[in-house]
């Protein structure tokens, strides 16, 4: 047997950042986002010799050891070890052998969520191969514990619960890791505009999003005020943009991601750069409404939003700074497991 699963990449469209504690912890925070056509995915083939075999087959790197209850946190394909020994200190008990193959279709730090949805993905192939009882919040908020508890990964929360569910989504955070998900149900016409007039472009850099996140999050705790009022206009934002996307008023999407990009600058140092600063107004200028950087920022994807004729435009401007433009779908499914 053969077990697989996959789970699609996101784009933060609206409220970046307020999924983050202790702001979400303190004001409540909220998101809008939705998965896309790029995706994580990750195969156990079980084994019967006592080894375990960990491949990361989009970064060249594979690992075999003997198969322990625990496996050892040293630098080396952490995020997959992390996950192995809290299904086996949760539920197996035992130690387990196999072989453990993953892929991603975007690198690391591209903005895009995908070490999160890459943790659900492996995840969702343990419970297809183990028949763990999982639902998709439980699912979503194992995944959460295990990057920022038992691994230390900063971040927030949404990328795991795009991963699990999927589709376009409105999503609310709260203390106590109380989260809500709210399914936005939008007209197709709707979806197909906004994947039609909005690029995704790779700037051809990735960055450190930890450093970014911790940043925001010690402005939250020393009450940096210029920096908490403007994750409370992102969490307006995230309101503004569910609204405009429900109604078809898609002629409002570039302001709305130019007025959230605004604010976004001011969370944390380190959020744009010069490069990335010269891309978007160059952008605009070519006629782009709107953009942002996605995720937490200093580099990977950006993505800007062009109505009318004006895609073609700003595509050739945006070919000039040497990056990649990415062509995407967006995805009503989230996480999927099968068996072979």
């Not at 969490?235 to 991601?257: C, H, R």
């Amino acid at each position: 047997m053969i077990h697989r699963s996959k789970s699609p990449l996101r784009l933060g469209l609206a409220g970046g950042g307020t999924d983050v504690a202790p702001y979400s912890d303190l004001y409540g925070g909220a998101i809008l986002n939705a998965t896309i056509s790029m995706y994580a995915y990750a195969t156990i083939e079980p084994r019967n010799d006592g080894k375990i075999i960990l491949a990361s087959l989009d970064k060249d790197i594979e690992l075999e050891m003997d198969s322990t209850e625990v496996l050892a946190i040293d630098g080396n394909l952490d995020l997959l070890k992390g996950i192995y020994n809290r299904v086996v200190k949760d539920f197996e008990k035992r130690p387990l052998s196999f072989r453990l193959s993953t892929y991603v279709d975007a690198p690391p730090g591209s903005g895009l969520g995908t070490s999160s949805t890459l943790v659900v993905t492996i995840l969702g192939a343990f419970a297809e191969w183990l028949k763990l009882p999982l639902g998709e919040y439980d699912l979503a908020h194992l995944a959460h514990e295990i990057e920022r508890i038992d691994l230390g990964m900063a971040g927030g929360k949404q990328d795991q619960y795009a991963a699990t569910f999927g589709g376009v989504n409105f999503m609310e955070f709260y203390k106590d890791d109380k989260v809500i998900v709210n399914p936005l149900r939008i007209r197709s016409k709707y979806l197909n505009e906004l994947s039609h007039n909005m690029i995704l472009y790779f700037t051809g850099t990735s960055r450190l999003s930890s450093k970014i996140i911790e940043a925001q999050r010690r402005n939250v705790v020393t009450e940096n005020m210029k920096s908490i009022e403007a994750m409370h206009q992102l969490k307006k934002q995230a309101v503004m943009m569910k609204e405009a996307i429900l109604k078809g008023e898609l002629e409002k999407i570039g302001n709305i991601l130019d007025f959230g990009w605004k604010h976004k600058k001011q969370m944390a140092a380190d959020i744009s750069n010069p490069m990335i600063d010269d891309i978007y107004n160059a952008a605009s200028k070519a006629g782009a409404s709107g953009g942002k950087i996605s995720g937490a920022g200093g580099g990977g994807f950006m993505i800007f939003y062009c109505p009318n004729t004006t895609r073609s435009h700003v595509v050739k401007t945006l070919e000039s700074f040497g990056g990649q433009i990415k062509r995407y779908e967006f995805t009503t499914g989230g996480l999927t497991t099968w068996t072979i």
